[in-house]
């Protein structure tokens, strides 16, 4: 199967448009950008209960809203949505450029104080390392209030469709999932709020709750984990980095076009599935349908819209890949193309 990442009702329009089955990525995180991002600063930086109980409510609201539009879009189709993934800091302002504001207020005798400490405040969420750091499925255990917003505004938006006839299908991704506890955790809070979510609304909501495997210990240990979870969705972006030891937004600028010229490797290993990255996702398929068989698995990453990768990820038995919008016909080729290849057909023609 072929199904998109989208984050919001366009880009699942164009993901229908396109012949995408379902969704298989909605990063929730694009959803507090450009306008919105203030209320999550809020949220962040907040000095009372009040403030941060505030924008939790308006994150909220605007989150629901984003659900209206793309469950309805996908009438009748699935839609994977990810909790909260990235470090905290991401959504703050430059801690440098405020350092330097602050050096010409001072320049001009101007007061400070107030700045300084909210810079004290952005230097308190920086980390040395934050990819592997405050983020994915650890963020909803130390603030499980943002969980809690998050599978509200999925499930009253659910909800409310089912009263009008429509059938929204979502499904709740825990990400950066590595110890079992976590998923068991995580998931006991999430059914709790659909409960609760489906009791206000008197009607029955069916929310599958899976985990996206990015992790090696994941790959490793997935027999456990997938005894917790109704799916599986290997992203390996982040499998790659942590498989390779590769930084995805350093390596381009920095070794990556030597170690291909060189041929230390064949391809870009996150634009083409690595075989050491590869040989995880094996041992994540094997475990995870021995943990759980009914479990469905597929992959979001960069490489599930790469051709090569497709038939890699056939072969693996994954049941999707999913990719952007604009790569699902390219993958619907090649995902067929794979089909035709295991059951003896001719060999694949070129699809770039």
Do not use: W
Not at 151 to 172: H, Q, Y
């Amino acid at each position: 199967g072929v199904r998109a990442n989208a984050d919001n009702p366009t880009d699942a329009q164009t993901s229908v448009d396109n012949g995408a089955e379902a969704i298989g990525l909605d990063r929730t995180e694009h959803m507090f950008l450009g306008e919105r991002k203030h209320l999550i600063q809020d949220f962040i930086l907040a000095d009372s209960e009040d403030v941060k109980q505030l924008a939790i409510e308006q994150l909220g609201r605007a989150q629901k809203g984003d659900f209206l539009g793309m469950f309805k879009v996908m009438d009748g189709k699935d839609v994977v949505v990810r909790l909260l993934d990235p470090p905290l800091h991401e959504f703050l302002d430059s801690p440098r450029e405020l350092d330097v504001e602050i050096a010409r207020d001072e320049e001009q005798g101007k007061d400070t104080a107030a700045k300084r400490a909210l810079l004290a405040k952005f230097d308190a969420f920086q980390e040395a390392n934050p990819m592997l750091g405050l983020r994915g499925c650890r963020l909803g255990l130390v603030y499980p209030e943002l969980n809690v917003m998050q599978v509200r505004a999925i499930a009253s938006a659910a909800a409310e469709l089912k009263r009008v006839g429509l059938d929204p299908r979502p499904e709740i991704m825990v990400p950066l999932v590595g110890f079992e506890e976590e998923l068991i955790q995580v998931r006991e809070e999430v059914e709790q709020t659909i409960k609760q979510v489906a009791d206000e609304y008197g009607v029955e909501l069916n929310i599958p709750v899976g985990t996206m495997i990015e992790l090696p210990r994941a790959a490793i240990m997935s027999e456990e984990i997938a005894k917790h979870a109704d799916f599986f969705s290997f992203g390996t972006n982040d499998l790659t980095q942590t498989c390779l030891g590769f930084s995805r937004d350093d390596v381009e600028s920095a070794f990556m076009p030597l170690y291909l010229e060189r041929k230390i490797v064949k391809t870009n290993p996150f634009a083409t599935l690595d075989k050491g990255v590869a040989e995880l996702v094996r041992m994540g398929v094997e475990g995870g349908r021995k943990g759980n068989p009914n479990l469905t698995i597929g992959v979001c990453g960069e490489t599930g819209g790469d051709p090569e990768s497709i038939h890699m990820y056939y072969d693996l038995g994954l049941d999707y890949v999913s990719c952007s919008p604009y790569r699902v016909p390219i993958a619907r080729l090649a995902a067929a193309q794979a089909k035709i290849q295991a059951n003896g057909g001719p060999q694949k023609i070129a699809t770039k």
